[in-house]
């Protein structure tokens, strides 16, 4: 903290500063591009855009190519990913927060390599997959851990709790209606957008946390703070809508549509326009109003 602001501003700035020039370069190129299968089948939302994951795609093309030819194979890479986390978890943990979320997302890339890697050396395998997910929850745990332990004597303690049980039941909700028979990939707020939310956050944290000081006197992680409430409110709202989601498919097999409906099936009729306009003429049927 003595020592000067640039020390710790300046690498971050340099970062962003590239990145954005690869961002214009992507946005002024794109359409010599393809769009790759892995981009296209994965769900975009408000903030995590296509473009942003495209771009991101091509930018580190080149460094998936570069591990194929070091003869990483994609299990190792997978760990790579999760060693990576844990450091960002510390830098977390320290309030290096600009840092900790260019670490981060180098570490969240590891998740795109391997798979990458996989593909592009044909070494793809059920087991494989199934270790990078489980990694995926440690190396996800570790960063929230690492939160944690920084902010353990503030109110946001409890937003991380809940947004680490959040994050836990987002996967455990899409798995285990996978098991039942129930493929459910909606949501608000799964590990794409936790990351994103996050890294942006704690890229822009330092510079932020320096115009308030000198501006309004806050000394407090505002941006952090802001994506960690985030985290901790969707998580668990997009785990809820996935276990009302199951588990109205579930009861519209083994009840059907016509009989007597259950809370989910009441829930996400209501979810609808359409379930809307009917509810409301019953209603009105039912009470005789015009």
């Known amino acids: 903290m003595n020592s000067p602001i640039w020390i710790t501003l300046g690498p971050i700035v340099v970062i962003n500063f590239i990145a954005f020039i690869y961002l214009c370069i992507f946005y002024f190129t794109r359409d010599r591009w393809p769009v790759p299968d892995e981009v296209k089948t994965r769900p975009n939302s408000s903030f995590l855009s296509g473009f942003f994951k ?5 930018v580190t093309t ?20 999760f060693a990576i986390s844990c450091v960002a978890a510390y830098l977390f943990a320290e309030g290096l927060f600009g840092y900790a979320g260019w670490t981060l997302i180098f570490g969240a890339t590891f998740d795109m390599f391997d798979g990458k890697v ?8 059920r087991s494989g997959a199934y270790y990078d997910s489980v990694m995926d929850r440690f190396g996800e745990g570790a960063v929230m851990l690492g939160l944690i332990s920084y902010f353990r004597y503030s109110w946001i303690l409890y937003f991380l709790v809940a947004g680490l049980i959040g994050s836990m039941l987002v996967s455990y909700t899409r798995a285990r209606g996978e098991g039942v028979g129930v493929v459910c990939k909606k949501g608000w707020m799964q590990r794409p957008e936790r990351i994103a939310y996050l890294v942006v956050a704690s890229i ?12 309004n006197q806050i000394d407090f992680p505002v941006l952090v703070t802001g994506a960690v ?14 276990m009302v989601y199951i588990m109205n498919s579930l009861d ?4 059907g549509v016509d009989g007597v ?16 306009v009917e509810w409301i003429e019953k209603v009105k049927q039912r009470h005789h109003l015009k």
Do not use: C, H
């Open 54 to 58: 495209e771009w991101w795609y091509w």
């Open 62 to 81: 080149p460094i998936a190519r570069f591990l194929i030819a070091i003869r990483f194979s994609p299990n190792i890479i997978t760990f790579i990913g």
């Open 118 to 125: 996989a593909r592009m050396t044909g070494k793809t395998s």
């Open 204 to 215: 822009f944290e330092p510079i932020a946390g320096y115009l308030l000081r000198n501006v």
């Open 229 to 242: 409430i985030i985290i901790g409110v969707m998580t668990n709202i997009t785990a809820v809508y996935r």
């Open 252 to 255: 519209n097999e083994d009840r």
């Open 261 to 276: 409906a259950s809370i989910p099936q009441i829930i996400m009729k209501l979810s609808t326009q359409e379930g809307r």
